[in-house]
């Protein structure tokens, strides 16, 4: 009897134990973070407006970008592992309910590249939430030749400033039929457009590997920053020289 009994409860105890530590893991893993891509992230590069990261984030040479990832329980997040050539400055992130924001400080010469911006936690259950990124490049524009050209004809412009490399041209009003030519370096990139009205104006470069720099307030444009000695002057056909 006593065989028996034992035996016909010894079942009921294990399923209810079974319960109880599947019971206890569902909410473990409610309160702690899964390996994988983070919430919802969002980037403010300087002044310009914040922007929605979507499947990669951007991150641009030689700039500072505050990143800001909402999910529940994203403010437990010790700590920041950004990669080659990213920092956190001090480590310090902000915390508030569901959200979680930090300064990511780009090297001038970081590599080009794919990067894992890793949040880490105190307790995890299978490795780290990740954030994708990569690092674009962030070119300067610094000058231009020729810098005066005629309206309504294909010109050939030569850019020279830094990582100007795989850049590719932003559509605007103010030129048309722009395409960059092979023969670019990291320092100097070529470009054919046509000037349809009189004026000064910007050629918007970028880097073709992601989306262009936000624009600063008050630009139209995006893209690489350009000095005034990268700035076009247009005149008309028999304008001073």
């Not at 922007?51 to 329980?73: F, H």
């Not at 039929?177 to 370096?185: E, K, M, S």
């Not at 320092?187 to 000037?195: G, I």
Request: with cysteine; proline share 9%.
């Amino acid at each position: 009897m006593t065989g028996r009994r034992f035996a016909s409860r010894f079942p009921r105890d294990t399923r209810g134990l079974a319960g109880a530590l599947i019971a206890a893991a569902v909410l473990v893993a409610g309160a702690l973070p899964m390996a994988g891509a983070a919430g919802r992230v969002t980037y403010r590069v300087g002044e310009a407006p914040p922007a929605e990261a979507g499947r990669l984030l951007p991150l641009y040479r030689g700039t500072r970008t505050r990143v800001t990832v909402e999910r529940p329980s994203v403010e437990r997040c010790d700590r920041v592992e950004p990669g080659a050539g990213v920092s956190v400055p001090g480590g310090r992130l902000e915390r508030a309910p569901g959200r979680l924001a930090f300064e990511a400080v780009v090297d001038a010469g970081a590599p080009l590249g794919s990067r894992d911006l890793k949040l880490r936690y105190a307790i995890e259950l299978a490795g780290p939430e990740v954030v994708p990124a990569r690092v674009l490049r962030g070119g300067l524009v610094e000058g231009v030749e020729p810098r005066r050209v005629v309206s309504g004809r294909p010109v050939v412009l030569t850019f020279s400033g830094r990582d100007l490399g795989n850049a590719g041209v932003l559509a605007s009003g103010a030129y048309e039929d722009a395409r960059v030519l092979p023969g670019g370096t990291e320092t100097r990139c070529l470009v054919q457009v046509t000037f349809p009205k009189e004026g000064v104006f910007r050629v918007a470069l970028y880097d073709r590997d992601g989306p262009p720099l936000p624009a600063a307030p008050g630009q139209a444009l995006g893209g690489h920053p350009t000095r005034s000695g990268g700035l076009v002057e247009v005149v008309r056909e028999g304008g001073r020289p």
